[in-house]
């Protein structure tokens, strides 16, 4: 059973253009929410998360919206720029088990120029 | 180096045979996680330490999975009687612990394959 989903395995997206990554989530216990990038060949990075009690948290050209009632979360990227171009994975987790992340299946994001 | 550090970056193996993966964390990380990524699926958790004591380890698949952090630094994945559905890139990570908020630093991973 997935507990977070990513739907769209791959976006792509012209440079300087938004980039919309969407997750979802089916556990009502997660309530701290974290996008990670991994290029090939590389771990997965820590990118930008949010705690249940925001519905958006901003780090530059990264935001990260959360919609509780939907069990919805998104990542915009503006502007895309080539170098953003990556798998992106959603993860969740509870507040009785913080330390425990459950990730998504990842979107590939392409960002031509 | 400053990153978390794995060993092997690649290790290719017969069914049956045991094998050992080693994570070097960050210099002063005081948890440490292991997670399984199987081609097209994102990180599953395997099991967690604080410290030298496995704090979480309910993503062990099986018995045959076994991890340890005996000095509560470096840590083992040990795998015996491998299979092919154990072929992944095994990923370590560190953090500081309480507080990290799921901040987790990962190495580069360890790809297994299992003919």
């Known amino acids: ?113 | 180096g400053a990153g978390v550090s794995q060993t092997p970056s690649n290790k290719v193996t017969e069914k049956g045979k045991y094998v050992e993966l080693r994570c070097d964390p960050i210099s002063g990380h005081t948890a440490l996680y292991w997670y399984r990524q199987s081609l097209g699926q994102g990180p599953e958790f395997l099991i967690y330490f604080q410290g030298t004591g496995a704090a979480d380890d309910s993503g062990l698949p099986n018995d045959r999975f076994f991890a340890v952090r005996p000095e509560g630094s470096v840590s083992t994945l040990k795998i015996q009687r491998t299979e092919r559905g154990d072929s992944a890139v095994y990923l370590c990570a560190s953090s500081r612990g309480q507080g990290a908020y799921g901040e987790l630093f990962f190495g580069e991973g360890s790809r297994l394959t299992v003919l």
């Open chain 1, 1 to 113: 059973d997935q507990q977070v989903k990513q739907n769209s395995p791959s976006l792509s997206v012209q440079e300087g253009r938004i980039s919309i990554l969407n997750c979802d989530y089916t556990n009502s216990m997660f309530d701290y929410f974290l996008w990670y990038k991994k290029y090939p060949a590389e771990g997965p990075t820590f990118l930008i998360s949010i705690s249940s009690i925001k519905d958006k948290n901003e780090d530059g050209r990264f935001t990260v919206f959360l919609n509780k009632s939907a069990k919805h979360l998104s990542l915009h990227i503006v502007p895309s720029q080539p170098g953003d171009s990556a798998v992106y994975f959603c993860a969740a987790s509870a507040v009785h088990n913080t330390d425990k992340l459950i990730f998504g299946t990842g979107t590939r994001l392409q960002v031509f120029p």
